[in-house]
């Protein structure tokens, strides 16, 4: 199907009230023109989270992305900012930087071009004849990059409204929580065989945990305590109380910040188009999403702890705890997703209503058919 009739079908689809709501059709998952559309004009145009700064501490710290087919670096420098440039050299436009790791000179693998952390170019052999060349004319372009509320943020888009203007309400919501300070553990990266949007739709729902989770967190989850209220033009998110079963996922003792069940109230944000974060008291995770055509998507897997736990002597017992949980989960919701995905793809796959726990997936439908035309 393509672009335009898989765009009507979404359109008709949050047209109606949320309490007649279905899932998305099943065309804005297969589609591979609305994937390529959602490329063009989502994620060409908003902010998209690559980490935390934390994960990005020291001069020369840098990762590398392709943020709508386009390889970016995104680095801390000499001066300590936070810089994010393309990441194709400007001789023979050979790909530079690979992965993630930590260097002190930017060098091109094909013909040794090397470029300084700013993006000016250092060194180029064997240019002295060529009479047109100017060392000083050569910089890497760059690319918005912001620090908001601790993480790193790019966009393509110049004219994209700062993360701080257009997440105000995200920062009013969850000031107690000073998630600005929490520091980042772990940070990976992986390839899964489904739609974007369905693992972004996984996380905005906490319906599927008592089953899909039934072997790690299922039994912890109480679906007449999960909060689901309407969503935000930029943002979706629900709420979940957490008992003392995993202590770091209540409020530290020596957090005097939050108060009553805010100290024990795990927020589930999803920040448009694809920030998924789970903040609780003590720790974080998140995940990020970029689509690779209709059927992969690209995460961004990170987390760590919040300042008072980060300074606990018992601190790295409790994440070795909860990492190994993350791990498994994430098991679990790979393959509760990549089976989603596999009967998208069936003949006879038809969406069903939404049940009232899944609030947030009707509205994050509602925002993918306002960003498309």
């Known amino acids: 199907m393509n672009a335009y009739d898989a765009l009507a079908q979404l359109k008709a689809n949050v047209a109606v009230p949320f309490s007649q709501a279905h899932a998305m059709p099943k065309s804005v998952y297969t589609s591979e023109d609305f994937a390529a559309r959602e490329v063009e004009q989502i994620f060409s145009k908003e902010w998209f989270c690559v980490g935390r700064a934390s994960g990005l501490s020291k001069p020369g710290d840098y990762l590398t992305l392709e943020l709508a087919n386009q390889p970016i670096m995104v680095l801390r420098d000499r001066a300590g900012n936070l810089r994010a440039q393309s990441n194709v050299c400007l001789h023979r436009m050979s790909i530079l930087l690979k992965d993630s790791g930590n260097t002190g000179t930017i060098v091109c693998p094909y013909h040794g071009w090397s470029y300084n952390l700013d993006g000016s170019l250092r060194a180029a052999p064997a240019m002295t004849r060529n009479e047109g060349f100017c060392k000083d004319n050569y910089r890497l372009p760059q690319i918005r990059c912001e620090e908001w509320l601790g993480w790193v943020m790019v966009t393509l888009n110049p004219d994209a409204p700062?993360?701080?203007?257009?997440?105000?309400?995200?920062?009013?919501?969850?000031?107690?929580y000073g998630m600005e300070?929490?520091?980042?553990?772990?940070?990976?990266?992986?390839?899964?065989?489904?739609?974007?949007?369905?693992?972004?739709?996984?996380f905005m729902e906490s319906y599927h945990l008592p089953v899909c989770h039934a072997k790690t967190i299922g039994g912890l989850s109480k679906l007449d305590e999960m909060v689901c209220p309407p969503g935000l033009a930029t943002f979706n998110y629900h709420t979940i109380l957490k008992d003392d079963t995993l202590k770091i996922a209540l409020a530290h003792p020596s957090n005097t910040r939050m108060q009553g069940e805010r100290r024990r109230t795990t927020f589930l944000l999803a920040i448009y188009p694809s920030l998924l974060i789970t903040l609780t008291p003590g720790y974080f995770w998140y995940l990020s999403l970029h689509p690779k055509g209709a059927g992969q998507v690209r995460v961004f897997f990170g987390g760590g702890m919040s300042p008072d736990f980060a300074n606990d002597p018992d601190a790295q017992a409790y994440f070795k705890q909860l990492k190994g949980l993350l791990d498994d989960v994430n098991v679990e919701d790979k393959g509760c997703t990549e089976r989603v995905y596999r009967g998208l793809c069936s003949d006879m796959a038809k969406p069903g209503h939404l049940s009232h726990l899944e609030r947030p997936n009707f509205d994050f439908a509602t925002y993918i058919a306002s960003m498309l035309k």
Not at 162 to 176: C, E, H, T
Not at 184 to 199: G, I, M, R, Y
């Open 181 to 202: 300070n929490y520091v980042e553990d772990f940070h990976e990266q992986f390839v899964w065989n489904t739609n974007w949007k369905v693992l972004a739709e996984n």
């Open 162 to 176: 700062s993360p701080y203007k257009k997440l105000a309400d995200v920062k009013d919501l969850i000031a107690d």
